[in-house]
């Protein structure tokens, strides 16, 4: 039996003052903003809410301990609504202050406590990548594991996902090209996952074509194309969510969260690097069924032949984003053994989604070409 799930109430807004004021935003609001989203677009707005900027807990990508400091600061005080306004990781962070109990963030994570619900959960996005907004996941890296997980639960579920394009105006290029790399992998794992039904195709193919081809302009036109498609952006990160949180990830995700975890690349970047050579390899093994179906959609995207695809993506990736080799990301060829070995045993969910099986063999094949 195939099912498909969409929670959150989708709310449009063209500002943050508009949402701020629609939903009364203040006292009794638990409230995730960085700096920068504080300064640019919350002067004056939510007050008396308690705000949090998880840079005060920690750098780079958020971990178990920035989680576990956040939740002692705030131990004692009382709130009633949990908001957040950033990117995936904030958006993945804010999720577990919504629940009764997260403490310790490792034993929620490896299913030794139930997640439940205890209020209101608000998410706005300000990059169009994770999809974060949609999906009942929610992703740390976990230091005592030396890798990212997924906690995959309906409790993580937002109420409202409100989309307001503004909020991605002052995105630096980099986060933009990763995080709508990422967006695209969301869309493209989700489609030649086994558990891809027919809805969950047409949220993915809907938001490849808006990711294609802003990009097809970008490439072109630079950054005035970026501004003009940027509500195309937001709606194709939430729609590769809607997908991927229903057919999931895959194998890109899975080989990409080690070498984010030790090296702190960008998640979308990690994706970036590992994106064409597991689709070479799936190709290599099996060309048929949804892989085939995506090779001749993305072939009427790209305006090029089937076989031309993989370079013909690759080309046009490049145009937004540059990646490096695992050996300049300063990964030595002795890691590359443990990321193996984190992805076949600590990457099960991921792995399980993929379009042909990979054995360990497989994995470790799609490094070495990468060093
Ligand atoms: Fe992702």
Redo the contacts with the bound molecule.
């Keep these: 039996m195939q099912s498909f799930k969409i929670q959150p109430k989708i709310e449009l807004a063209d500002s943050l003052a508009e949402f701020c004021q629609e939903f009364q935003v203040g006292p009794g609001d638990l409230l995730f903003a960085s700096r920068r989203t504080q300064q640019n677009y919350l002067q004056g707005l939510a007050q008396g809410a308690i705000i949090i900027d998880y840079r005060d807990f920690g750098s780079g990508e958020p971990t178990d301990t920035m989680v576990e400091g956040i939740a002692h600061a705030l131990a004692g005080r009382d709130y009633k609504r949990v908001i957040a306004i950033g990117g995936g990781t904030i958006l993945d962070v804010a999720k577990l202050f919504a629940l009764q109990t997260i403490l310790p963030v490792a034993k929620l994570f490896q299913q030794e406590i139930p997640p439940v619900k205890k209020c209101e959960l608000i998410l706005l996005p300000t990059t169009c990548?994770?999809g974060s907004e949609m999906t009942n996941i929610s992703i740390l890296s976990l230091t005592s594991l030396s890798t990212k997980l997924g906690l995959a639960h309906d409790a993580l579920y937002a109420d409202h996902a409100v989309l307001i394009p503004e909020l991605l105006k002052d995105l630096p290029d980099r986060a933009f090209g990763a995080s709508a790399i990422?967006a695209l992998?969301?869309a493209m794992e989700s489609f030649t996952s086994p558990r891809a039904t027919a809805f969950t195709k047409m949220f993915s193919l809907q938001a490849m074509e808006l990711i294609i081809k802003g990009f097809q302009d970008i490439v072109v036109q630079g950054r005035k194309a970026r501004d003009k498609h940027l509500q195309d952006f937001l709606l194709a990160s939430s729609y590769a969510g809607i997908a991927f949180g229903n057919a999931g990830?895959a194998a890109v995700?899975a080989l990409s969260y080690p070498l984010g975890a030790a090296k702190h690349v960008p998640?979308g970047e990690a994706?970036a690097v590992m994106l064409l050579p597991v689709y070479k390899l799936y190709q290599e093994k099996h060309y048929g069924g949804s892989l085939r179906d995506l090779c001749q959609y993305l072939a009427g995207l790209l305006g090029c032949q089937e076989m031309d695809v993989w370079l013909r993506l690759e080309d046009l990736l490049t145009g937004i984003l540059s990646w490096k080799s695992l050996a300049d990301y300063g990964v030595t060829k002795d890691e590359l053994d443990a990321f193996a070995d984190v992805v076949m045993n600590k990457q099960r969910r991921l792995m399980a989604n993929n379009f042909v099986t990979l054995t360990r063999h497989d994995v470790e094949k799609i490094y070495g070409s990468l060093y």
């Design positions: 990548g994770t990422d992998i969301h990830c995700h998640h994706n």
